[in-house]
């Protein structure tokens, strides 16, 4: 377990980053269908809200809701309902929300789904999931049935998910971004996506990328971005980071 305000610095900081001034920033690593620890993480982040009653407070969502743990279905749930009183909610995309809607879409595409993860989720929305290696056809009925399964209020909060969102000093995606690409130029597919170009980059991206995607035993804190997938599903490790002004600090389920 690490410390609720240790700094992990891997990397001199050139230059303070901040969020603007009365914000607090929640931001939520890959959940991966793992009901129990975002309940816990919900909890951790009401109790600590409370330090900062007069400061506006958002929790930010970086993607991977769903797929490998047993509770896709229910994550959904809770995360398309009213965020904690006292909050504003952001919640991204990623590349495990894509395939899943690509499952349902694209069927020429989407069926490599099942084999990272989409069997549990279908598990979670009472569709039986078809074994690797079934014919064509149960994979066609297995998306018909999840399509039918699908609530509709879960379909609209997949379909209204961001790709990404820039608060202050921050930008906040899933994966990460394409490096000497600007900002406002990223492709969707690099922020679902990306990982060794990004990872090993040493170029100043213009903001602080705060991402998801690729797991590590705990933070990763470089001067260029901040990676808070822990691996929730197996680990039981789901972090959150929280900025306010130019602090940093987590929030971990162990």
Known sequence: MFGFARKLWSDPEPAASHVPRGVRV??????HGRLDLLDQMLAQIGRDAASGADLVKYLVFLGDYVDRGPDSAMV???????????????HLRGNHEAAMLDFI????????????GGRATLASYGVPAPAGDAPPEQVAEARQRFAAALPAHHRSFLAGLRSSIAIGDYLFVHAGIRPGL?????????????????????????????????????PEVRFNRIGIDTGAYASNR??????????????CTV
């Not at 929640?26 to 959940?31: K, L, N």
């Not at 959904?76 to 952001?90: C, D, K, M, Q, V």
């Not at 879409?105 to 069926?111: L, T």
């Not at 789901?238 to 929030?251: I, K």
């Open 26 to 31: 929640y931001a939520v690593g890959d959940i």
């Open 76 to 90: 959904i749930e809770r995360l398309s309902g009213a965020p904690l009183p006292g909050f504003g909610a952001i």
């Open 105 to 116: 879409g694209k069927p020429e595409a989407g069926a490599d789904w099942l084999e990272y």
């Open 182 to 218: 600007p900002l406002h130029r990223q492709r969707d597919e690099d922020l679902l996506w990306i990982r060794r170009e990004f990872l090993t980059s040493h170029l100043d991206h213009g903001k602080v990328v705060v991402h998801g995607h690729t797991i590590a035993e705990q």
């Open 238 to 251: 789901l972090t959150a980071l929280v900025l306010e002004g130019g602090e940093r600090r987590f929030l």
